[in-house]
Every structure is written in structure tokens, then in C-alpha cells.
């Protein structure tokens, strides 16, 4: 346990210094001898920490003291809801809107939000589990780690991160453009033009980079201040987007929608695939769980909640606008501010640019701190510096994790246009509630001593043509524009896989304060629908997305893997180095007794539940 003290002693000297215990204390980089020996070691540990699962306890009590100071239990159903509201209706809704609507879907762009909303109210229920049974500010981290193992938690944990500054962003560029409506200027009148830099990297946006600092301050300085901000500031948000609504359908033309889909399912799809960066955000409530006084019944009612008002709210309003102009004359920055200026209310698009600025501020302060906390419990395993994993003891608050985070965000948002930023933003997230959902399968079904060899093999099929299935749908429809074929074997393999599952597979674990519907068909359905919109995005965002994985696997192997196999190894998290499957069938014994008992003292403790 020597290797823990190292760690403790890094986490008490933090407040006031940086050494380099503060970012790399463990055994393995103690001295160029140890490093070199963990590398050779790099097969053995690498194979421990794919087969090795976290227990529910663990994240619980024993990863979360590593920040030495507890978060502050102030927030309840109300405040997440208004959280989700202000996590997630910003630049998604008031700028993505008149670009997918004008090259990707007209006014069909209704079905996309649509689409991608549904897609997202799986995600949501999947998560509700989670973070009610596994109330930690790791969110999906965390419940990967639990049921995926070490490893898969890790590739989504760098895509979390990514997904969180990418959004920060995309989010902060949009705020320069409606800004600049509000001062009628075109937003490149506020941002510098390097002709040296290729023209996706090169109009350089320091207002951006100003709203992103502004937003850190704020979120360092308190969880339950930036709950009453987020609040007020959507209050006036949503009286905003009452008055867009209503006023567009006072200036509706019907005529506008004779041409409905002009692109066809294939442009409906493909501008859903871009429009769930929309929806991101709500993820970000998750990793308050931590913060929240009753997760049983806070967490189901504000994610939930939230979801139902935004996709509402987003229906109506791609509606308005479409209804409001041609869709071939929708203005791509700010499309409901041209609208209005194009049916002669002029003064209205003043309105919609203070209320869209307002939106997008908030969107801002919640990913900035459901970032934050994503960091911290990833730095708490020490894949990351755990100098990351600080809570501030007086304001409660991860103030590094906050700072870093947002510097990387101001930085991308500095240099890189909003068009590359959404796709990429869209890949990271589908493919992260890809794997939540399939966590959540493997949650119900599997738990050792329970599952026998026999249903945990048809567990492991049935989840593998599950997933087959949905990414050659996809697949299929990526490539082959016309054909049809195809889906009449992937959709029926997807289909007699979930019937496999609900029939033959009997449940291994019942929820204890709060339960998914429909399992498995709810998680089946989410990653098949998730899988299925990956299919519609561009090839140059999946290049992106494919070496920001592969740096994360460098990373992992020479920094990340030896550093969260010494601190488990210190720290007890894993006695069984090295024995494969056993690992595996050892974890799931201690996580099913542990948090059994666990759910039953928390049971008493909220009665009420």
C-alpha cells in the first residue's frame, strides 16, 4: 500500500504547490527503471485492465475520497431540470437548424429533430439508471468502468472529453454570430482572418475565447450559484423561444412547406445525424449526481423532464422557421434572425439574438461544469494527473479540472469553424451512448453466481448480433444509396437477437430505487438507432475521429494504462492480477453483494424513493 501513500501525500501538498507527484506519483514513474520495467509489462497489465471491472463501492466511497474534499449536496429535481433545459436548447437549435434545413432536409428537418430526439430519450433512460444506482461525477466513466472494464471506460472517456470542449466550442463561435447579429454585423466582422491558416482553421474568434473564460469564473466559483444563474437565464430563454414560436406561426406561410422533403429520407437521416449535437448536454446533469440531495427521484424527473420540454420546444421551432421562409433561402448563421427580417419584423431579430445568446451562455456553464466533473473522477483512477481530481474545500467545486477543460475549449473554438466541430462533436456522442446501453444490457443480465456459463454465453452472442446487426445496417445505408436488400437481413438479425434476449435470457439484477422500461428492448433499440445515425455522417469526420483515437491509445499505453494499474493495484481495487476471466467473475461477485447491500441501506435512508 506504499503506493497509495505516495498518492495521499500528492493530494495534501496540491492546494499550494505543483511537483511532479502531483501529476505522475505512482510506482511506475519513479524512475526511468521503474517506467522501462512497466512498459515490458505493458501485455500483462494491458490484459488486466480490459478483463478487470470496477465494483459500484469502489466508485462510490473509495475513488471519490481521492479528491479529498466531498461536493456540496445542493441540488434537486428542479435544478437538473433546469440544468438539462439550459445544457442542451443553445447553438444546436438556432444555428444547425437553418443549415441542415437548407442543404440537408428542408422543411422535413422537423422528422430530424424528431429522429435524433428519440434517439436521445433512449440515451436518457439508460443513463437514469446509472446515475441514480451510481450517483458519481464520473457519469458514463464511471458506469463503464463498472461494466465494461478499465479499458473500454478509457477510449470513452477521451471521447467524453472530446465531445465536452468540442461542444464548448462550437457553442462559443455560435454565440460570436449571434452576437454580431445583435450589432448587425456579419460574424466575421468580429473575428480575425489568417490567410496563412486553410480556411476551416483560419477566421480566428477572440470573443469566443472571451465568453469561455467568463464561463469558467463562474463555475468555479459555485455549483449551487451556477444552478440560480442557469435558472434566471433560462426563465428568459424559454420566454424567448415562446415568442419565436408564436410569432412565426402569426407569420407562417403554408406554401413554404408544399416541398416538404425535397432530399428524401436519406437527407431527413443525415440531418438528423448532425442535429443530435442538439441534444448533447444532457449527459452533463448526469455527472451531477454527486451534487444531488435524492437521486433517486431527482435524477429520473430532471433528465426526463428536460428531454420532453426540449424536444418539444425544438419541433416547434424548426416548424416556425420553415413555415416563416423558404427553406432555400435560409440564412445559415443565424437563421431566425433573417427570418424574421425577411417577413418585415425587423425589430424581432434583436429578440431572437439576445434570447439565442442567452441559450447558448448556459449551454456553455453546464458543459463547463459537467466537463469538470467528468475530469475529476477520471483523474480519480489516475488515467489522468490526479493533480485533476482537487475539489476546492471551500467552494466545493473541481477548480483545475474546470480551468483546464475550458482553456482547451477556448482554444479549439479560437481557431476551427462550427461545421467540422458538429459532425465530429455528433460521432464522440453516439458512439459513447452506443456503449452506455450496452452497459446497461450487461448490468441486468450478467452478475456471477447468478448468470450461469451457459446464459452468460448467449448474453455475449446475443449483445454481438445486436451490434453486428446495427452497424452493418448502417453500413449498408452509408453505401448504398438505393438499395434495400441488405436491410432485409440486418433489421430481422437485430429483431431475433433482442427476442433471443427478452426470451432466453433470464434477468440477473433488478434495480433498486429506479429502473429502465422495456429492457431489453429500450437499450436494444438505443443502440441500434445510434449506431444507424453514425452511418449518415461524412467520411472526414470519421478520419478525425479516428486519429483522436488513436492518440488516445498512445497516451494510454506509455501514461494512462500504468498509472490506473498501480493505483488499483495499491489501492486493493484488483488481488486477482493477471487470471483473465476471473478477474471478470470475481469483480461482479463483490459488485452484486456489495451494492445489493448498499441499495438496501440507501433504500432506508430515502423511504420516500
Not at 325 to 337: G, R
Not at 338 to 358: C, H, N, P, Q, T
Not at 580 to 586: A, I
Request: contains cysteine.
Amino acid at each position: 500500500m506504499g503506493n497509495e501513500g505516495v498518492g495521499n501525500e500528492g493530494l495534501r501538498k496540491r492546494g499550494c504547490s505543483c511537483t511532479k507527484n502531483d501529476f505522475l506519483p505512482e510506482e511506475s514513474f519513479q524512475s526511468w527503471g521503474n517506467y522501462v520495467q512497466a512498459l515490458k509489462e505493458t501485455p500483462l497489465r494491458l490484459k488486466d485492465r480490459i478483463l478487470t471491472r470496477s465494483l459500484d463501492t469502489t466508485e462510490l466511497f473509495e475513488i471519490k475520497a481521492r479528491s479529498q474534499h466531498e461536493m456540496k449536496k445542493t441540488l434537486t429535481w428542479w435544478d437538473l431540470m433546469w440544468f438539462g433545459i439550459g445544457a442542451v436548447i443553445g447553438a444546436g437549435i438556432f444555428v444547425l437548424t437553418g443549415l441542415e434545413a437548407r442543404d440537408d432536409a428542408g422543411p422535413a428537418v422537423v422528422l430530424s429533430y424528431v429522429v435524433s430526439g428519440i434517439s436521445a430519450m433512449l440515451s436518457v433512460f439508460c443513463y437514469t439508471e446509472f446515475a441514480v444506482e451510481i450517483p458519481v461525477a464520473g457519469g458514463s466513466f464511471a458506469y463503464l468502468r463498472i461494466e465494461l472494464g478499465d479499458f473500454v471506460a478509457f477510449v470513452a472517456a477521451g471521447n467524453i472529453l472530446l465531445e465536452y470542449v468540442i461542444g464548448g466550442a462550437a457553442v462559443a463561435r455560435a454565440w460570436t454570430s449571434y452576437f454580431a447579429t445583435l450589432c448587425n454585423k456579419q460574424p466575421d466582422d468580429f473575428r480575425i482572418i489568417a490567410h496563412s491558416l486553410p480556411d476551416d482553421y483560419g477566421h480566428l474568434d477572440p470573443i469566443a475565447v472571451a465568453v469561455a473564460a467568463s464561463v469558467c469564473i463562474l463555475a468555479v466559483l459555485s455549483t449551487k450559484g451556477s444552478s440560480r444563474f442557469n435558472y434566471i437565464a433560462s426563465v428568459i430563454h424559454v420566454i424567448v423561444i415562446l415568442f419565436i414560436i408564436i410569432a412565426g406561426f402569426i407569420n407562417a406561410d403554408t406554401n413554404n412547406y408544399r416541398d416538404f422533403a425535397p432530399y428524401g429520407a436519406r437527407g431527413v437521416f443525415k440531418a438528423s445525424a448532425v442535429l443530435f449535437f442538439a441534444y448533447v448536454g444532457f449527459d452533463a446533469v448526469s455527472t451531477m449526481a454527486e451534487e444531488t440531495k435524492n437521486p433517486a427521484k431527482d435524477i429520473p424527473i430532471g433528465l426526463v423532464g428536460s428531454m420532453v420540454v426540449t424536444i418539444t420546444a425544438y419541433c416547434l421551432l424548426a416548424i416556425a422557421l420553415c413555415m416563416m421562409q423558404p427553406y432555400k433561402q435560409i440564412n445559415a448563421d443565424a437563421p431566425f434572425s433573417v427570418a424574421f427580417s425577411a417577413v418585415g419584423w425587423d425589430w424581432a431579430k434583436y429578440i431572437v439574438a439576445a434570447g439565442a445568446l442567452k441559450g447558448m451562455t448556459t449551454v456553455l456553464l453546464v458543459s463547463a461544469v459537467g466537463q469538470a466533473r467528468y475530469l475529476t473522477h477520471i483523474a480519480r483512477t489516475h488515467m489522468m494527473p490526479p493533480w485533476l481530481a482537487q475539489v476546492h474545500g471551500k467552494t466545493g467545486t473541481p477548480i483545475n479540472a474546470t480551468v483546464v477543460m475550458l482553456t482547451a475549449t477556448a482554444i479549439i473554438a479560437f481557431f476551427t469553424k462550427l461545421d467540422i466541430l458538429s459532425n465530429l462533436l455528433s460521432i464522440s456522442t453516439l458512439f459513447i451512448f452506443m456503449l452506455v446501453a450496452m452497459a446497461l444490457l450487461v448490468r441486468r443480465y450478467y452478475v456471477s453466481g447468478v448468470t450461469t456459463p451457459a446464459d452468460r454465453n448467449k448474453l455475449i452472442t446475443c449483445l454481438l448480433l445486436i451490434l453486428g446487426s446495427s452497424i452493418a445496417t448502417a453500413a449498408y445505408w452509408g453505401m448504398c444509396e438505393h438499395g434495400w436488400v441488405g436491410y432485409v437481413i440486418t433489421v430481422p438479425i437485430w429483431l431475433l437477437s433482442t427476442i433471443g434476449l427478452w426470451l432466453f435470457v433470464p434477468h440477473a439484477r433488478a434495480p433498486k430505487l429506479w429502473g429502465v422500461p422495456l429492457v431489453p428492448w429500450l437499450p436494444s433499440a438505443s443502440i441500434a438507432i445510434n449506431v444507424f445515425l453514425l452511418g449518415s455522417i461524412d467520411k472526414a469526420s470519421f478520419e478525425r475521429f479516428g486519429i483522436w483515437t488513436a492518440l488516445l491509445l498512445v497516451y494510454y499505453l506509455f501514461f494512462g494504462l500504468h498509472a490506473s494499474y498501480d493505483t488499483a493495484k495499491a489501492s486493493g481495487e484488483n488481488n486477482k492480477i493477471g487470471e483473465g476471466w476471473k478477474n471478470v467473475e470475481e469483480g461482479a461477485v463483490s459488485s452484486a453483494t456489495d451494492v445489493s447491500g448498499l441499495n438496501e441501506n440507501r433504500g432506508s435512508e430515502n423511504p420516500g424513493a
